[in-house]
């Protein structure tokens, strides 16, 4: 407005030109300043987040993969052991008490696993916590194949008082397991229950498609025995008839020589086809050892490291069948 002068005299014009002249001024005396008004940004709908999401809390990987399968975004679902971290032997840390205090629902696999859980849920004194135990039901095993393990430097070996706690590397005992979680999250969470079993039975039609597949390529190897470094085994042989031989219950951090000495005796004992390690740790010893005794070395992977997405148990367990076919040929 500034360079261009308005001369007017209220007495010749009406209102109405006096708005005209006006309008005509701002948009034509400067062209150069001429600015056009954006258009408005498009309206995203909003969606809304659920409000008082129940909070669960899982204690290690597996508990964490069938937890979130059933809860979908219904929940927020937290893992207490860190991927890769060994379970058995595991150690609460304040976060982990924290959590279990503001959580409304506690996923475990029970069957004595967890051992640092007890202390952990009664330091975080949350009364209202809802514990679902996975493997309510299952009737655990204990010496299904034999157990070459050794005694500890006190004269104690690992031993699973409850028996052994590995029931989620059977598809078919996972089954179960997930049917567990879905009734605990139902009671916990009963708006949600249709989601909750939509969720439940697709997760579970996978499950069952998973133990076709290991029927259908097993069963040409009935009785195979393999040698592991770690007794996770004996519900996966039980339910597809081969014969597992642990040469120790836990994963230690290194072999020792009587690991070794067992495994070589295991081997001769029940003429063993196959020695198996677990992915990401050190397997050099054993792919030597399997080299020497002329046997297929192949990974075995337990499931307690990996992805947190849920369908990452089924690449793990499709990779887990291809070693047991290259073992038992």
Not at 147 to 153: F, I, L, R, S
Not at 286 to 311: A, H, I, V, W, Y
């Amino acid at each position: 407005m500034s360079r261009c002068y308005l001369r007017y005299r209220a007495g010749w014009l009406g209102k109405a030109s006096i708005f005209l002249l006006l309008l005509s001024a701002t948009t034509g005396c400067n062209n150069q300043t001429t600015q056009t008004t954006p258009p408005p940004a498009p309206q995203v709908e909003a969606v809304a987040s659920p409000v008082n999401q129940p909070k669960v809390v899982a204690t290690f990987l597996p508990m964490y993969w069938f937890a979130k399968a059933v809860a979908s975004d219904r929940a927020q679902v937290e893992i207490l052991v860190p991927p890769g971290t060994e379970v058995h032997e595991y150690q609460a840390t304040p976060a982990n008490v924290q959590a279990i205090a503001t959580a409304d629902v506690l996923v475990k696999n029970g069957l004595g696993l967890e051992e640092f859980l007890e202390a952990t849920v009664k330091n975080a004194g949350n009364a209202q916590l809802k514990q679902v135990d996975a493997s309510q039901g299952i009737k655990p095993v204990g010496e299904i194949s034999p157990v070459e393990a050794a005694e500890d430097e006190h004269g104690h070996g690992h031993e699973h008082a409850e028996g052994n706690p590995h029931v989620w590397l059977d598809p078919v005992l996972a089954q179960q397991q997930v049917e567990n979680i879905r009734d605990g999250l139902i009671a916990a969470d009963p708006q949600n229950k249709t989601v909750y079993t939509s969720n439940a039975a697709k997760y579970i039609q996978q499950l069952q498609a998973l133990d076709k597949e290991f029927q259908q390529r097993l069963q040409k190897y009935p009785n195979c025995t393999f040698v592991t470094f770690h007794d996770a085994y004996p519900y996966l042989a039980q339910r597809y008839k081969l014969k597992q031989v642990a040469v120790v219950e836990i994963p230690e951090d290194q072999l020792s020589p009587q690991d070794i000495q067992r495994a070589i005796a295991a081997v001769k004992k029940y003429n063993v086809k196959a020695v198996f390690g677990e992915p990401g740790t050190d397997n050099r010893l054993l792919k030597n050892l399997s080299q020497d005794l002329n046997l297929t070395f192949r990974p075995l992977d337990p499931l307690e490291t990996g992805e947190t997405n849920p369908q990452h148990y089924f690449t793990a367990m499709q990779a887990n069948l291809k070693s047991l076919e290259a073992g038992c040929q």
